[in-house]
């Protein structure tokens, strides 16, 4: 019932930045906690920044001190600024809840970091 929509991805080269958006529709009153998640060719699913409604923000060591998760809750969008790019950051990139956990995944949207 939750229908999530990624944009914001691109081809960049390394030390470049990107600002990824996500447009949350639908039920949503259940939402507490959003995160970004990303998967690279033949690695699972990582989830790398979380965001409560609240506010509080968590980020995983790969990407902390990079990349900075927001949101507007009025608007229901959630915001990923991604800065100094590296090409292991190369994966398609999704927005989804993390509490409640996710269901429904979308496209994505694709991040190519060149080197």
């Known amino acids: 019932q939750v229908q999530l929509v990624e944009s914001g991805g691109g081809l960049v080269q390394a030390g470049g930045s990107l600002r990824l958006s996500c447009a949350a529709s639908?039920?949503?009153?259940?939402?507490?906690?959003m995160g970004w998640y990303r998967q690279a060719p033949e690695k699972q699913r990582e989830l790398v920044a979380v965001?409560?409604?609240?506010?509080?923000?968590g980020y995983a060591d790969s990407v902390k001190g990079r990349f900075t998760i927001s949101s507007d809750n009025a608007k229901n969008e959630v915001y990923l600024q991604m800065l100094s790019l590296k090409p292991e950051d190369t994966a398609v990139y999704y927005c989804?809840?993390?509490?409640?956990?996710?269901?429904?995944w979308g496209q994505g949207t694709q991040v190519t970091v060149s080197s």
């Open positions: 639908g039920r949503i009153s259940s939402i507490n906690t």
């Open positions: 965001i409560s409604r609240g506010g509080s923000t």
């Open positions: 989804n809840t993390v509490h409640p956990p996710p269901s429904y």
